[in-house]
């Protein structure tokens, strides 16, 4: 009772300086304001001025808390919904060899697929007004607009030499919840999903009932590159999985009123069949408390590589003048009880960050007793990265955005010239298509800076500084001589995955975003190890089984 006695008082004047600190700051803030607006030589904005002092605030915080005022309300609703823009879902292109913008892949169930346009369209005008010599984004701001409003798109098809005209009406533009879902190797089913937003876990129950008439009895589900989005989605598709009144995750904050546990609360599709999920240093949030509470749960074998640690819950709370404020308010942890937040916000001095180290981590147990650890993110069961992109693939998807076009005229004469092609599990390019695309790039002039020349550069003047480059001149020229790209070579050896890029975009054309999905999966490392894994019910379940222990005599 003593204790209490002295513990208390200590506690109400700590509590007592800190709402003084509060209230005197923002006395000052005001008065510093008024002052400006009053003397200060130009008129000032206050949105403007208020608006930075606000953002400077929370940027000493977490990336994650944001002010949304009345005319960003948009971009907070997207979050939630998915929905990106209002327009016609589709991509386009500059031609700088014709100087005009064409449009370049439809999106699947948009306005622009629906109205039949296609790839290599020539746009010429708007509404009347003149689209010849305009630049990519000033055709853009023309196709968006309000949802609901239409306007009058003339186009030339190169197939054709026809002009069309076309009256399209703008829609919300909203990502795919799910690409692209499909039964493979008979048994096998995948499921790609793409975030965690309104009604996610509907499409994705969809998808699974689906499957399993297919015949599915294995399932491979896909969050690599899933940032995330709801908790509430998260918890649904768990519960797909795991039997009713299971602790999925659990909010913790300073206020006790948004502190809340998710628990399931129906019944599971199916508890008892093998499931791999593919995660990556971009899948995060949601995507960490799917992947990480089947996890503790020993419900699913996590195969990939590390996510990406986002172990903080936002909330929003309305602001005067239609406003809203996105701000972090709890941490999560998941059933085993760990947190994966991979980084420590400091807010003193500025505020500054901090990665937890593997070494200041603790160790927590699955529900079969497998050692788990908190902070950096889900550390995957099975660890499979995924190949390299060459640097040559990097340069020739750059050409296709200024002015080589190589790649994207190759892409483009291929689907004038194929009204048809094979479905996406059986499409390739031949051998003499590879050669065309080959000799069209070396005659085209086209040239990349292969990394290693560049850091052989680089060395050789350090050498220089440090006074070593006379004495290793010989080595240095040898090596230059082996390091020197040739385009030929170069598109020879990597062939393959250059053929599978242009593959990949060739069949979005005519099957859209799951064409294209379903066709990497031909390539993909990472779910032919899944496949391995689910098709090997052994490996599988010693996966799931804690270490044996074996006891000394």
């Known amino acids: 009772m003593l204790l209490l006695a002295v513990v208390m008082p200590a506690a109400a004047q700590e509590n007592k300086d800190h709402h003084l600190e509060v209230a005197k700051n923002l006395e000052v803030f005001n008065t510093i304001y008024k002052n400006l607006d009053m003397i200060y030589v130009d008129t000032l904005d206050a949105a403007e001025t208020i608006g930075a002092g606000i953002d400077a605030m929370l940027k000493s915080l977490d990336p994650y808390t944001e002010y949304y005022p009345e005319e960003k309300m948009q971009d907070l609703k997207s979050i939630f919904t998915g929905n990106i823009y209002a327009g016609i879902g589709s991509t386009i292109h500059y031609d700088s060899s014709i100087k005009r913008v064409r449009i370049y892949e439809p999106y699947e169930g948009n306005p622009a697929q629906e109205a ?49 005209q076309m009256k399209i009406t703008r829609r919300q533009i909203q990502n795919p919840t799910i690409p692209y879902y499909g039964l493979q190797n008979d048994s096998i089913g995948y499921i790609l999903l793409s975030g965690f937003t309104e009604n996610s876990s509907r499409e994705v129950r969809r998808a699974f009932i689906d499957l399993k008439k297919q015949g599915m009895r294995k399932l491979v589900f896909d969050l690599r590159g899933n940032g995330g989005g709801s908790e509430q989605e998260a918890v649904h598709i768990v519960n797909m999985f795991v039997p009713k009144g299971v602790n999925v995750v659990s909010n913790r904050g300073k206020l006790k009123k948004v502190s809340r546990d998710y628990v399931t609360t129906v019944e599971p599709l199916d508890s008892l069949m093998p499931v791999v999920v593919l995660v990556n240093g971009n899948s995060a949030s949601a995507s ?135 479905n996406p599990r059986d499409f390739k390019l031949t051998d003499a298509d590879y050669e065309e695309f080959k000799q069209r790039v070396i005659a085209s002039g086209f040239t990349y800076d292969p990394e290693s020349e560049k850091i052989l550069k680089n060395l050789k003047r350090m050498a220089e500084f440090e006074g070593y480059y006379e004495d290793a001149k010989d080595e240095f020229d040898n090596l230059e001589k082996k390091l020197k790209h040739n385009l030929g070579k170069d598109l020879d050896k990597h062939k393959a995955v250059i053929k599978e890029m242009i593959e990949s975009d060739i069949v979005a054309f005519y099957y859209y975003q799951k064409g294209s999905v379903e066709l990497g999966l031909r390539y993909d490392k990472m779910f032919s190890e899944a496949c391995k894994l689910l098709n090997s019910p052994s490996e599988y379940e010693k996966i799931l089984q804690p270490p044996t222990l074996v006891s000394s005599k």
């Open 116 to 164: 039949g346009l296609k790839m290599g369209d020539i746009i010429l005008s708007i509404d009347d007004e003149s689209m010849i010599d305009k630049d990519v984004s000033y055709v853009s701001s023309h196709l968006r607009g309000e949802a609901g409003t239409s306007f009058l798109l003339k186009i030339k098809r190169p197939s054709t030499g026809k002009t069309m």
């Open 288 to 422: 960490e408390i799917t992947s990480g509470a089947l996890q503790d749960l020993d419900r699913a074998v996590i195969l990939g590589t590390r996510t990406y640690g986002k172990g903080l819950v936002q909330m929003t709370i309305d602001l005067p003048y239609n406003g809203n404020l996105k701000l972090t308010s709890n941490k999560y942890f998941i059933p085993s009880g760990r947190c994966i937040q991979a980084i420590n916000y400091r807010h003193g001095h500025g505020g500054y960050t901090e990665h937890v180290a593997d070494s200041l981590t603790k160790v927590f147990y699955t529900k079969n007793g497998r050692e788990v650890r908190d902070g950096g993110g889900i550390k995957p069961d099975v660890e499979v990265k995924p190949d390299s992109l060459p640097n040559l693939a990097y340069y020739l998807q750059a050409s296709s955005r200024d002015s080589a076009d190589v790649l994207y005229n190759y892409e483009l004469d291929y689907y004038l010239a194929h009204p048809t092609i094979a």
